[in-house]
């Protein structure tokens, strides 16, 4: 088991802090962030030094009822390649739903979204898993991820689920402490019981990160400094293993780097407040087991497709919420998913809130709500424009014009006559 220390997410905004920052063992990235011919100068710089890069994937979609993608199994290898890292690690999530498998549309999430703890959906995982496994050239660890919506009828804890996982597939796990606690908020889980019943000596490493409350629910924020509980749930880790490797996570908002420093060394000293009171038995971590594979009926397949399909349909879509779920959660849910599409359309896509000035974030949520994705953040952005335009809700003559021209500049080529983007072009002209 490598043994990480401790260690940031490396983001271009903080990159040049954390080439500063002592006591930074490792680092990790981003991996659909990241080009592997291309490799930013900060992360060659910090290679160069000895910091272990990590890259962390968030588009496989391993929870989802579809076998994972080639392609992206393969650019996740390729970026393992390139860093020269001991591991990769993903998400046990689902962001996509729908498609040949259920015979309905294609939709995208833009975001994790927890699968159900049921026997269908652990053996659709851990297949997906061992797929993902055989491709990678170094191991795999997932994620368990923060959830704000529970599944009706499960059947499984988080951590009788995450133990069958890594029993049967050999899988390492990236628990997620402050997504424990969100959980702990949001669904009433114990972070105690959990941490009770995972294969402690599949740990790979620990993610420690803020968020904050609103109206009873959690949100896990990644822009906000790490809560006292949090740390609480830390030290309790702590007290069970000798965790290989913490890192702090931070996506934006990012404050001084002094004060990330701060956050550093609360983490640090979470750690050793659980190493006092710890076992010499618990800190001996032993193998990880793994059964023989059983292929999956593809009956299991369809059935976790539709019911994943449903739920995202209702959360990105406007469909009827499916049978069981909270309707008030869901709505909470489907929200937050819009206002994370509104956040990363303006990073990929930043003209758009400068034209559109404090009108941009409410009209993209209230799009959001009713316009799937369908092709990527900046597909997204154009769609975005282009119903704006056509729907008439830029007022501001000027702000109308600038938007006009930059959806023109960026819907490519000149299409066939009679397309849709001709009709489209044109009317967009004509205003």
């Excluded at 993608?69 to 996740?76: I, K, P, Y």
């Excluded at 833009?110 to 050239?137: F, K, S, W, Y």
């Excluded at 909270?326 to 909470?332: A, E, I, K, N």
Aim: net charge negative.
């Amino acid at each position: 088991m490598t043994r990480l220390g401790t260690g940031i997410g490396w983001r271009p905004e903080i990159a040049d802090a954390v080439e500063r920052m002592p006591g930074i063992d490792w680092v990790e990235v981003v991996a659909e962030n990241v080009c592997p011919g291309h490799l930013p100068d900060s992360l060659l710089r910090l290679r160069e030094r000895g910091v272990t890069v990590v890259p962390h994937g968030v588009s496989l979609g391993l929870g989802g009822a579809d076998r994972p993608d080639e392609g992206r199994l393969r650019a996740l290898a390729e970026r393992a390649e390139a860093l020269g890292s001991p591991l990769v690690t993903e998400h046990i999530a689902f962001v996509r739903a729908g498609g040949p498998l259920t015979a309905s549309p294609s939709l995208e999430a833009g975001h994790l979204l927890p699968v159900p703890r049921t026997r269908d959906a652990l053996d659709v995982l851990c297949e997906n898993v061992r797929v993902a496994q055989d491709a990678l050239p170094v191991p795999l660890a997932v994620e368990n991820i923060a959830a704000l919506i529970a599944w009706p009828g499960e059947e499984m804890t988080e951590g009788q689920f995450l133990y069958e996982l890594a029993d049967r597939t050999g899988v390492r796990l990236l628990i997620d402490v402050a997504n424990l606690h969100t959980n702990h908020v949001n669904r009433g889980e114990d972070p105690a019981k959990a941490l009770a019943e995972l294969p402690l000596e599949a740990i790979a490493y620990v993610h420690v990160a803020g968020g904050f409350e609103r109206d009873g629910v959690w949100h896990d924020s990644h822009a906000h400094p790490v809560p006292r509980p949090v740390l609480d749930v830390l030290t309790d880790l702590a007290s069970r293993v000798s965790p290989p490797g913490v890192l702090l996570e931070r996506d934006e908002n990012f404050p001084e780097a002094s004060e990330l420093e701060r956050e550093l060394s609360s983490i640090r000293e979470a750690v050793a407040e659980g190493a006092r009171t710890r076992t010499v038995a618990a800190d001996e971590p032993g193998p990880v087991r793994s059964q023989a594979p059983a292929p999956v009926p593809e009956a299991a397949r369809q059935r976790l497709g539709l019911a994943q399909a449903a739920l995202l349909s209702a959360l990105v879509a406007g469909t009827p919420v499916p049978e069981g779920f909270d309707r008030v959660r869901l709505g909470v849910q489907a929200r937050a998913l819009a206002a994370k599409r509104a956040d990363v359309v303006a990073k990929v896509a930043p003209e758009l809130p400068r034209i559109l000035g404090g009108a941009y974030r409410s009209a993209f949520v209230a799009y959001a709500q009713g316009h799937p994705m369908r092709g990527g953040y900046r597909q997204d952005a154009l769609d975005f424009a282009e119903r704006m335009l056509l729907d008439g809700q830029v007022t501001r003559e000027r702000a109308a014009r600038e938007l006009r021209r930059w959806w023109l500049d960026r819907s490519g080529p000149a299409p066939r006559p009679r397309s849709r983007w001709e009709r489209v072009g044109r009317s967009l002209i004509r205003r």
